[in-house]
């Protein structure tokens, strides 16, 4: 029986492993594995996610039982010290010996770490295992209790430097950033994606400081600061290194393999050394005279090492390997694919940059139009995975190229098609050299039903996991030409769908989001899953989005919905549209001092565009004092109650259309739901409210009110249904309750009353049955829970204004009060508006 020994367990010899059982006879080989690590293999990519859970096994690449199971002899804790080639033998940390046939080489890299004066200090980490995680965050613990405002920073912009930076964030520490280039990511990004990008984290929290060469560490004992030159120094308390990684190579070279001049075992396309019995894969192994920092390059070259052992000596490393990636720190689309720097007589660049939005789009195409070469995406990523697979698979691009970035313009359709046009061999996972064929095949051939099985079964999506999205894609497409139900999960971190969530959450009790994480999901949530929860918290008990204000999208964060040019709006509540004399002024005023443009709105109220992120909490504050409210335009929540003047003044009015729009307003204020929610009540069938385009609207008629629902006006105009006749305010009240709170509980995210109707078996009658009849034993419960969202009703605006600590946020600049500069109004009809668009 022939003997390989792999060393290294790390991400790349786990593949190895698992390549090998699958293809090696167990009565042929032998297969014996050294991991110098305290534990069997585990996920360094997704590492940072041992931060949220301190879950060691949920990282595991396979459990300690896997290898026995499969007769593979895993030596962990144990380093191997020294290969003797001409016995053919490795001595272990141990002394122990041990005889080889094939010896492959997995040892991976160590972070590097620049020979700057003081490095050795307490409080300076390294990001690599998950000892280093459990020493960074007592460390931090450690800190906070000492100091609440304690900085750390990360040298390094590079890709896992930004991902560190995010985690000591979240670890509560002030984070700052301290790259050598004078760009972020600079291995993926051109000079303008890295400044747009850098705008984004700032925004968010993180402080840059580029072109910053560390001179020495300060501190006695531990770091106190980082001191780049006379005079300039930055005050931290804690360093994470993130400057590269170096190949672990050191075996290879006492053992006299061929090694690259700046360190890693040479190696040729069948992944063996200059010694052929020797073979290494993954970040210690040098192909193309360059290390590989990335998962798929090492799945790779575990697949061409084990079909090499085995004799096939026709399955080569390819010559091209891609080294596409997509920043996986949340808040923040990066991604980069192909040639993201392509010289100039290669092809040409188109490009979209839209400073104030954060959004920079840029792709690199060939000179006569029709091949992708390479592109870079920062603030919106969401065509990442299909622009990705054009370039992989050579896909002919659109006429108009630019399309692909910009959206088609006439018809509104796609310009990427679907997914299912790609071809069956279209590599979407390179990880796992998943094809769409092999993804499709599971589903067609009934052996796979849902997205979880096919990964489990075909391994796409789970090395880097970018590619999940566009897995999920061909699954729910495949199973929809089958004519199979698909179930709309909210995202890959919850395998459920809103509805479900919902109720484990309301069972459970659950308060934070990372509660939820824990108790029902995955990994570290994501754009779509974080304000999805959040809006459920408010729903569930009225949370405002002061309460986890790092998990609410960007309008509810700030509490102003952003314009066109990065200004935010102000839109006080006018319940009904009835304001005060006095009232109006204060909004002149307000207006006038911070010089914003104002209008009446469609819901009857007054905004104020034009507002700096500084002034909001100045402004919120005058208009709190005068007895104003947040009007929540921002959210997806109840917007307006419109009415006309109902039988006050009208001479045709049945009711007091005014009094119960502003009954109901301030009843629904603030209310949270799956998409927005607008009212209205019109005093008579002349209907001046428009009250049947609303979600619910209300109609004075002989002998009391008409109650309609599901209304809508907006792009997909809708008439809303009647629900109820003839019945009084009370009732009223009592059925709107009953069906806020069932579409709140039952609709998927942000789908409006209409199209939710429009889904419910059974339809308005069905509705009926509910509210009315009670079919569902249901009602006490909805009043009940409606109830308490009233009772606990705050204005956040109100709570910002009453709390300091909660302004913070409230900020262009992480460490100044000021102003943007970069924003430009001219003048309009005696008031301002944005400087129109130019290079934008
Ligand atoms: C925080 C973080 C995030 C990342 N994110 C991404 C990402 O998003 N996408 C991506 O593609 N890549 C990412 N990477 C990189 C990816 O994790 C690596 O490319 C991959 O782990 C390399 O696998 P490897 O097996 O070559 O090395 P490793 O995973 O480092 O494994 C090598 C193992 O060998 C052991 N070893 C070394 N010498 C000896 C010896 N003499 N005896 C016994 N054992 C030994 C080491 O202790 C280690 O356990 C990330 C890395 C980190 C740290
Ligand atoms: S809806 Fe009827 S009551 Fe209201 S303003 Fe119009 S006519 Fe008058
Ligand atoms: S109709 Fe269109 S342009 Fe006008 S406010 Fe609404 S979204 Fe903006």
Redesign the pocket.
């Known amino acids: 029986m022939k003997k390989v020994i792999v060393?290294?367990?790390?991400?790349?010899?786990?593949?190895f492993c698992e390549k090998f059982i699958a293809k090696a006879s167990k009565e042929e080989f032998k297969l014996i594995v050294?991991?110098?690590?305290p534990r069997p293999?585990y996920?360094?990519?997704?590492?940072?996610e041992y931060f949220q859970n301190q879950d060691a096994k949920a990282l595991e690449l396979a459990p300690a039982n896997w290898y026995s199971d499969n007769d593979i002899e895993l030596i962990s804790n144990?380093?191997?010290?020294d290969i003797h080639r001409k016995s053919k033998t490795i001595t272990?940390?141990s002394d122990e010996s041990y005889e080889y046939d094939y010896l492959v080489l997995?040892?991976?890299?160590?972070?590097f770490v620049p020979p700057i004066e003081g490095v050795e200090k307490e409080g300076v980490f390294v990001?690599?295992?998950i000892e280093d995680l459990e020493g960074m965050m007592a460390y931090a613990d450690m800190l906070k209790a000492k100091k609440p405002d304690a900085k750390a920073a990360v040298l390094g912009g590079g890709?896992?430097g930004l991902?560190?930076a995010k985690a000591v964030m979240d670890m509560g520490l002030e984070p700052h950033v301290v790259e050598f280039a004078q760009k972020l990511m600079p291995r993926q990004l051109d000079l303008r994606s890295s400044k747009v990008l850098q705008v984004k984290l700032e925004s968010l929290g993180i402080n840059i400081h580029l072109n910053k060469a560390t001179n020495q560490i300060l501190g006695d004992r531990a770091i106190e600061a980082m001191e780049f030159g006379e005079d300039d120094k930055l005050d931290v308390d804690m360093l994470v290194i993130s400057a590269g990684?170096r190949p672990?190579d050191?075996?290879g070279k006492t053992c006299g393999l061929d090694m690259g001049v700046r360190g890693g075992i040479t190696v040729n396309n069948k992944m063996q050394t200059s010694d052929p019995e020797i073979f290494a894969?993954?970040?210690?192994?040098l192909y193309n005279h360059m290390i590989?920092?990335?998962?798929?390059?090492?799945y790779e070259m575990a697949d061409v090492a084990v079909e090499q052992i085995l004799g096939n000596e026709e399955a080569l490393m390819s010559s091209d390997i891609d080294m596409s990636?997509?920043?996986?720190l949340i808040g923040v689309d990066v991604a980069s694919f192909g040639e993201p720097f392509m010289p100039a007589e290669k092809g040409h660049s188109i490009l979209f940059e839209n400073k104030t939005k954060y959004l920079y789009k840029r792709i690199n195409v060939s000179h006569d139009g029709k091949t992708l070469l390479g592109g870079i995406l920062v603030g919106d990523a969401a065509d990442y995975n299909i622009l990705h697979q054009m370039y992989l698979n050579g896909i002919p691009l659109p006429e108009n190229a630019e399309d692909l970035i910009l959206g088609t313009r006439a018809d509104g359709g796609s310009v990427f098609g679907s997914v299912m046009d790609l071809p069956d061999a279209a590599q979407i996972c390179s990880?796992e050299s998943v094809s769409k064929g092999d993804i499709c095949s599971t589903i067609t051939s009934g052996e796979c039903n849902n997205v979880s099985e096919v990964m489990s079964c075909t391994k796409a999506g789970t090395?880097?996991?970018?590619c999940k999205p566009m897995v999920s894609d061909l699954v729910n497409e495949t199973l929809k030409s089958l004519g199979k139900e698909v179930k709309e999960t909210i995202c890959d971190h919850f395998n459920y769908t809103r509805q479900e969530l919902f109720g484990i959450i309301k069972v459970k009790k659950l308060t934070t989001f990372y509660e939820v994480l824990d108790a029902c999901g995955e990994g570290d949530g994501c754009e779509t899953c974080k304000p999805l929860v959040a809006s459920i918290f408010a729903s569930l008990y009225n949370d405002t989005a002061n309460k986890e204000d790092v998990i609410q999208d960007s309008n509810d964060k700030f509490l102003a919905n952003i314009q066109r040019n990065g200004t935010y709006s102000v839109v006080p509540r006018i319940p009904g549209g009835e304001i005060t004399p006095q009232k109006l002024i204060v909004i002149g005023q307000v207006g006038e001092k911070y010089n914003l443009y104002t209008k009446i709105t469609g819901g009857q109220r007054i905004d104020l565009f034009g507002a700096q992120l500084n002034d909001l909490p100045a402004i919120w504050k005058e208009l709190i004092d005068a007895g104003f409210e947040s009007g929540h335009a921002y959210g997806k929540s109840l917007r307006t109650v419109k009415s006309c003047v109902g039988s006050t003044w009208c001479r045709y009015g049945m009711d007091e259309s005014v009094s119960f729009a502003i009954d109901l307003e301030n009843r629904y204020k603030g209310l949270r739901s799956p998409h927005k929610l607008k009212g209205g009540v019109s005093g008579c069938i002349r209907e001046c409210a428009e009250a049947r385009g609303k979600d619910f609207g209300v109609i004075a008629v002989e002998g009391g009110w008409n109650l309609y629902v599901c209304g809508n006006g907006g792009a997909t105009p809708k008439h809303a249904l009647l629900l109820a006749e003839q019945i009084d305010n009370e009732t009223c009240i009592k059925y709107l309750d009953r069906f806020l709170m069932y579409y709140i509980r039952t609709a998927a995210p942000l789908m409006r009353t209409a199209a939710w109707l429009d889904k419910l078996e059974g339809g308005i009658e069905q509705l009926k049955s509910i509210v009315i009849d009670d079919s569902l034993n249901l009602a006490e419960e909805l009043e009940k829970d409606m109830q308490g969202l009233v009772d606990a009703y705050e204005c956040e605006w109100t709570q910002v204004i009453e709390r300091e600590e909660l302004q913070s946020r409230f900020k262009h600049f992480i460490n100044s009060d000021e102003k943007d500069d970069n924003i430009v109004f001219v003048p309009m009809r005696d008031q301002i508006m944005p400087e129109p668009w130019t290079s934008n």
């Open positions: 060393v290294g367990n790390g991400m790349v010899g786990y593949k050294f991991g110098e690590e293999a996920d360094r990519v997704h590492l940072s144990e380093r191997v010290t272990t940390s997995a040892t991976g890299s160590l972070p990001y690599r295992t890709l896992l991902e560190a990684i672990r050191e075996l894969i993954g970040e210690v192994a590989y920092g990335l998962v798929a390059p090492g990636t997509k920043l996986k990880c090395g880097c996991g970018g």
